[in-house]
T-cell receptor, first 114, second 117 residues
Framework: DSGVTQTPKHLITATGQRVTLRCSPR?????VYWYQQSLDQGLQFLIQ???????AKGNILERFSAQQFPDLHSELNLSSLELGDSALYFC?????????????FGPGTRLTVL | AQKITQTQPGMFVQEKEAVTLDCTYD???????LFWYKQPSSGEMIFLIY??????QNATEGRYSLNFQKARKSANLVISASQLGDSAMYFC??????????????FGQGTELSVKP
C-alpha cells in the first residue's frame, strides 16, 4: 500500500459525459501528479500541483481540468468524454519535486467510455 | 526534449537467474534522476530504485541494481535471482529537470518480464 488513495477504482460511462476522479496523497506529501496510461500512448503525464498551485502541465486536453484543495486532495475532471479517453488514470504524490523524491502511485482509476 | 527508450517489449527469464532490462535516455541537462517502477498485472505502480545523475555509485535495493553508464546514457535494471513474483511490466522513467517541469516523470514504453519456473 503506497498510502495514496484513488476513487473510484472503476468507472464506466458514456460518450459526452463528465466524470470526476479523486485522489488523496500520502500524509505529508505536497505534490500531486496525474498520469494517463493507455495502450497506444503509454504512460503520459497530465498535470501537477504543488501545495495547491498548478506547477506543471503536460499533454492535457482542454476538456480535462484538475485542482488541488487546501487539504491537499486533488480532483481530475474529464468532460465531453470520448471513446479514446478510456484509460487507467493514476495519481501520484511526493514530498518534493527533485532529487530522490520518488513518486508514490495510487491504485489508479480505470475509466471505460462506451 | 527528454526521452526514455526501452527496446525490449518482452523478455523471459528462468527462475533464480539474473536478468537485465535495458533503458536508454536522452537529455541535455546535466542534472537528472532516473527511476524504475514495476507494474504487476494488478495494475499498481511500485517504485523499485533511483539513480541520480551525480551519484558516484550504481544504486542497489535488495535484488535490484542499476547499471548506470552515464557516457552511454543508459540505466539498465538488473534483477538478481529472479522469482515468479517478478513477472510484471517494468518501466524506466526520468525526472524532467527544471523548476517549471514540477518533477514530472517521463516514462519509457515498458518491458514485460515473464519468469519461468
Amino acid at each position: 500500500d503506497s498510502g495514496v488513495t484513488q476513487t473510484p477504482k472503476h468507472l464506466i460511462t458514456a460518450t459526452g459525459q463528465r466524470v470526476t476522479l479523486r485522489c488523496s496523497p500520502r500524509s505529508g506529501d505536497l505534490s500531486v501528479y496525474w498520469y494517463q496510461q493507455s495502450l497506444d500512448q503509454g504512460l503520459q503525464f497530465l498535470i501537477q500541483y504543488y501545495n495547491g498551485e498548478e506547477r506543471a502541465k503536460g499533454n492535457i486536453l482542454e476538456r480535462f481540468s484538475a485542482q488541488q484543495f487546501p487539504d491537499l486532495h486533488s480532483e481530475l475532471n474529464l468532460s465531453s468524454l470520448e471513446l479514446g479517453d478510456s484509460a487507467l488514470y493514476f495519481c501520484a504524490s511526493s514530498l518534493g519535486t527533485s532529487g530522490r523524491n520518488e513518486q508514490f502511485f495510487g491504485p489508479g482509476t480505470r475509466l471505460t467510455v462506451l | 526534449a527528454q526521452k526514455i527508450t526501452q527496446t525490449q517489449p518482452g523478455m523471459f527469464v528462468q527462475e533464480k537467474e539474473a536478468v537485465t532490462l535495458d533503458c536508454t535516455y536522452d537529455t541535455s541537462d546535466p542534472s537528472y534522476g532516473l527511476f524504475w517502477y514495476k507494474q504487476p498485472s494488478s495494475g499498481e505502480m511500485i517504485f523499485l530504485i533511483y539513480q541520480g545523475s551525480y551519484d558516484q555509485q550504481n544504486a542497489t535495493e535488495g535484488r535490484y541494481s542499476l547499471n548506470f553508464q552515464k557516457a552511454r546514457k543508459s540505466a539498465n535494471l538488473v534483477i538478481s535471482a529472479s522469482q515468479l513474483g517478478d513477472s510484471a511490466m517494468y518501466f524506466c522513467a526520468m525526472r524532467a529537470p527544471g523548476y517549471n517541469q514540477g518533477g514530472k516523470l517521463i516514462f519509457g514504453q515498458g518491458t514485460e518480464l515473464s519468469v519461468k519456473p
